[in-house]
């Protein structure tokens, strides 16, 4: 079970300074509207933070756009809603200047990039289900399934409302290793190139076969076996040291879905 | 879940290879069972449940690269679902796959006896 929790503390208070800009085309005023400046939680999601901007922008776009679903990209990136706020930043944005500054839509909502997230019981629906993957990995999905419906709410609402006693309080049964010999059965992560492309998944134990604790080295030998360069991963804004336990990372470091969503970087030193 | 993004109505389904198939064998040691090399091509097997009708195809070969959406749109063709209908998948019996993860990324984690059993139904079954 996650014992260190001055760690978990730490990354539920990770928070990213985030500048929303209206696209100009958009804007039906003669001045532009000023921008909209938030610190989001970088364990959360867009739609769970994004009402104020909506409400901020609405009035300054065309009237015929006012029932548009709002979406965001930086750089020209959409970004994708689904995934939690600090990974976007990490994925997208590690090496640049704060504010993180993202320009607003109305128009032009990219299909064949974004999901459609038409209200927060999508994200909830997106959100749960991704726990339950992780689960499935974790403990063959018996955790999730043993709990009560309240529990997933609280899950739910934890998040939603940043209470992080509130989450742990029930995500702790989801980290428990006291019945699996300290270990979960896989480890649920999921690796990110930044030259966009999907993620990779794959089934991999926390513990190799003579029973040593497998690293953050022997997860990205087994991810990509031909390469012999150096990789840089980063996760919650932070380099990790690629001799980190991944059995104690997944306790630890895992966002509320409870996936590790590790962001490869190509080591330029 | 009746949303739908990438890989949107490919009009052409006669390429899905489908075929008539058995019960694919039980859920057991899945890591045994799989390959270890990344396959180009994967086969789902189609599960009905709840109410909803049993695809006479039950066996489908797609793309390792494709996503969960596209098989997603391919079903609702061919159980001829309106927009206003929904569709729901679940892998495992347990959760649905985002739209946009890929069929490779399931099949390498929960893929059994070389096929991913993917359940459909038109109501919510499994939360």
């Known amino acids: 079970m996650a014992t260190d929790r001055e760690v978990l503390r730490d990354l539920w208070d990770g928070k990213l300074p985030v500048c929303f800009v209206l696209n100009d085309e958009e804007v039906c005023d003669l001045q532009t509207p000023e921008a909209f400046y938030l610190m989001v939680p970088r364990l959360s999601y867009f739609p769970l933070v994004w ?171 087994e991810i990509f076996p031909d390469t012999c360069k150096q990789v840089c991963v980063i996760t919650h804004g932070i380099e990790l040291s690629l001799d980190v336990p991944l059995q104690w990372m997944s306790e630890h470091m895992s966002y509320p879905d409870n996936f590790l969503h590790l962001c490869i970087v190509s080591n330029t030193s | 879940m009746a949303t739908e993004t990438e890989d949107t109505a490919p009009t052409k389904p006669a390429e899905n290879k489908c075929e008539e198939a058995d019960e694919p064998g039980s859920p057991t040691d899945k890591e045994k069972q799989l390959s270890r090399k990344s396959k180009s091509n994967i086969t789902l097997f189609f599960h009905a449940t709840g109410n909803t009708p049993i695809l006479k195809k039950r066996k489908m070969i797609v793309e390792a690269t494709r996503k969960i959406a596209y098989v997603s749109s391919f079903l609702r063709r061919y159980l001829r679902l309106t927009a206003a209908e929904s569709l729901f998948l679940y892998i495992n019996q347990a959760f649905s796959p985002s739209l946009d993860q890929t069929i490779e990324n399931l099949f390498e984690c929960f893929g059994t006896d070389g096929v991913l059993n993917v359940h459909y139904s038109t109501s919510q079954a499994w939360g």
């Not at chain 1, 609405?58 to 029932?67: E, G, T």
């Not at chain 1, 909830?124 to 309240?150: C, I, P, W, Y």
Request: glycine share 4%.
């Open chain 1, 51 to 221: 009402d104020k901007v909506r409400k901020h922008f609405i009035k300054h776009v065309h009237a015929d756009h006012h029932d548009m679903e709002m979406w965001l990209d930086y750089n020209g990136t959409p970004l994708k809603w689904h995934y939690p706020i600090g990974l976007l930043f990490d994925l997208y944005a590690y090496d640049t200047q704060l504010p993180w500054t993202l320009t607003v839509h109305f128009e032009k909502f990219p299909e064949n990039i974004l999901l459609h997230c038409g209200s927060r019981e999508v994200v909830e629906s997106h959100f749960m289900s991704t726990l339950k993957e992780a689960d499935a990995l974790k403990h063959k999905g018996q955790v999730m399934n043993t709990m009560q419906k309240r529990d997933h709410n609280q899950l739910w609402l934890g998040l939603q409302n940043d209470k992080f006693d509130q989450f742990w309080s029930v995500n702790k049964k989801l980290m428990d290793t006291s019945s699996t010999d300290g270990e979960f059965k896989h480890i649920p992560f999921r690796i990110y190139c930044s030259d966009e492309g999907p993620f990779i998944q794959k089934l991999v134990k926390p513990f190799t076969e003579d029973s040593q604790p497998k690293l953050l080295q022997n997860l990205i030998e």
